[in-house]
């Protein structure tokens, strides 16, 4: 089911595409280059992926476009670059939803707020669905932003302790560093925790230290950077299943012919695809690498889980206003999967 609905996001994608109806602005001929930045590491499956997704354009486009790939950040910061890409600079870059509902859309900053989706079968239905291609297209016109791709998998984002956690409750006191932004920070203050912004490159020392006792993310990028070396417990909590959303200048996109558009986004997607196959891999063996550290990792029972999804119905209820969400988006999303679900049955 999973790769099935991955499948069909490519699809759903091209038609997207092939409806904008973009001015030919460039011929067949001519030789289009496009700077790609980044800031995974080369070794990492989302860099891997990129690789491939420039090859795959490449050999689509007869070379006729080119993707120069800047990994490391080389290419400035994603805030950087999205501010070359409003300029109309020929540049993608990578984002998530809480990201991009910094750019006049803050309904995307559900793709990053705590048990939105049950599973990730759920996840890509709502991604399918006409709620999401509405969503991306008030992107594209509230902030010039266009959104090339959707279904690349960047985790499932757990939580890794210097004490176990299992509940809710045993984040009462826990200083819990997460991405600096006012979703994650409320969110993650209204399940109990003491909620820290922190650059993941200063959470190794920050757990050594005692400064913080838990940090979330995948445990891919747990193991990466080593946390197993100071802290020694893992919850698989799932609480965000995390993706990557690949994006260009809508200017640029519309500067494409409805060809060149297409490949670009067929591609984004058939490379995503392959990223989630090396990310499962990758996540495997973080897993593997965690557990032969002596980390004890803890997998909730569906009793367990269903705990934490009731507690974070209080951030769904009581916060979202001030981030500026639609009121209901909860409900929302949850009828837009059922009703892409349905069709499919």
């Not at 969503?135 to 890794?160: E, P």
């Not at 994650?184 to 912004?197: E, H, N, Q, R, V």
């Not at 973080?286 to 507690?311: F, P």
């Amino acid at each position: 089911m999973k790769r099935a609905k991955k499948v069909v996001s490519l699809v759903v994608a091209t038609a997207m595409t092939l409806s904008l109806g973009a001015p030919v602005m460039a011929g067949a001929e001519e030789t289009i280059t496009i700077n790609v930045g980044y800031e995974n590491a080369t070794t990492e499956p989302a860099a891997i992926a990129v690789e491939k997704w420039a090859e795959l354009v490449e050999e689509a486009s007869g070379g006729t476009i080119q993707m120069e790939l800047f990994p490391n950040s080389a290419l400035g910061t994603k805030s950087n670059l999205i501010d070359q890409m409003v300029m109309g600079e020929n540049v993608i870059t990578v984002a998530d939803g809480a990201f991009l509902a910094d750019y006049g859309v803050p309904d995307f900053g559900i793709f990053y707020a705590p048990f939105a989706f049950d599973s990730w079968d759920e996840e890509w239905a709502v991604i399918e669905s006409d709620w999401y291609a509405d969503l991306c297209d008030q992107l594209a016109s509230t902030a010039g932003i266009r959104v090339l791709s959707s279904n690349w998998v960047y985790g499932s984002r757990d939580m890794m302790s210097i004490k176990e956690v299992i509940l809710p409750e045993d984040l009462s006191g826990l200083k819990l560093r997460v991405s600096s932004n006012d979703l994650s920070i409320t969110s993650f203050t209204d399940l109990g925790a003491s909620a820290l912004g922190m650059d993941m490159g200063d959470v190794y020392q920050a757990l050594q230290a005692g400064t913080i006792d838990a940090v979330e993310n995948p445990v891919v990028s747990l193991a990466n950077r080593s946390f197993q070396e100071v802290a020694k417990y893992v919850v698989r909590t799932g609480h965000i299943l995390a993706v990557s959303m690949w994006i260009c200048s809508d200017s640029f996109f519309q500067s494409l012919t409805e060809e060149q558009q297409q490949i670009l986004v067929d591609c984004a997607n058939e490379a995503g695809l392959y990223n989630n196959e090396i990310q499962d891999e990758a996540e495997a063996e973080a897993l593997t690498t965690l557990e032969d550290a002596g980390v004890q990792i803890t997998d909730l029972t569906d009793e367990q889980k269903q705990v934490w999804i009731d507690a974070a119905q209080y951030f769904y209820e009581n916060d979202t206003d001030s981030l500026g969400w639609t009121e209901g988006l909860y409900d929302t999303i949850k009828a837009a999967a059922a009703e892409v679900l349905a069709a499919e049955e």
